[in-house]
């Protein structure tokens, strides 16, 4: 079984700063991870995934996350915000267990300030 | 263009009139689902297939049904809505061991 928590439901960042949102996961199996952006009145769009292979995963926009077996984390960063920034993002969990199955965190909001 | 779509992408309707939802892809993928989106909660996950007539439950299954005799197919029944079933749903298709899904636009519905 898979469960995702993400610290922190809403997070403000300027413009041109760090973006880092945080990801922990549980897992019984070795776990995939993925992170998802929710622009407004959109569905959902994958960022980047974890599938065992290099644990920095480099995705769409700028951003990027490491896995960390040690801390059981997936946190995703990005180096300088921008406006087109501000969405929901979503880490996710599955496994070769999972059998279609996919553990989403509550979600965390990003607000972007000029 | 590889996509997965809803229909109908709003629907208001009250309780007690069953409604459909319908999903489709066309990238031939073999795991289907639903999920419900609720402010706070995240995306809980409905129902599942794992193929052609296999589905199974996920985390919030009462008060839905589903079908799937065609792997392009999935649609989500709701036979009784009731207030508490007012929500976003979004249905995925993935296919193969990482399970990357792929959505669909969504469907906003309030049952009054």
């Known amino acids: 079984a898979q469960s995702v928590t993400q610290l922190g439901s809403h997070v403000s960042v300027s413009e041109g700063a760090l973006v880092l949102l945080r990801c922990n996961y549980s897992?019984?199996?070795?776990?995939?991870l993925f992170w998802y952006v929710q622009y407004p009145n959109q569905g959902l769009q994958l960022l980047l995934k974890y599938t065992s292979a290099a644990t920095l995963v480099k995705g769409i926009n700028g951003f990027e996350a490491e896995f960390k077996k040690s801390e059981t984390s997936f946190h995703l960063t990005k180096p300088s915000a921008h406006m087109s920034d501000a969405a929901e993002y979503f880490c996710a969990v599955s496994g070769a267990d999972s059998w279609g199955k996919l553990q989403f965190g509550a979600g965390t909001q990003v607000v972007v300030t000029p | 263009e590889a996509q997965v779509t809803q229909n109908p992408r709003y629907l208001i309707t009250v309780t007690g009139k069953k409604l459909t939802v319908t999903c489709s892809q066309n990238?031939?993928?073999?795991?289907m689902s639903w999920y419900r989106q609720d402010p706070g909660l995240g995306l809980r996950q409905i129902y599942y297939s794992m193929n052609v007539e296999v589905t199974d439950k996920g985390d919030v299954p009462e008060g839905y049904k589903v079908s799937r005799k065609e792997k392009r197919n999935f649609p989500l029944i709701l036979e009784s809505p009731s207030p508490n079933q007012t929500s976003l749903y979004f249905c995925?298709?993935?296919?193969?061991?990482?399970?990357?899904?792929?959505f669909g636009p969504g469907t906003r519905l309030t049952v009054l």
């Open positions: 990238m031939n993928h073999e795991y």
């Open positions: 897992s019984s199996v070795p776990p995939y």
């Open positions: 995925a298709s993935s296919y193969g061991e990482y399970n990357e899904q792929f």
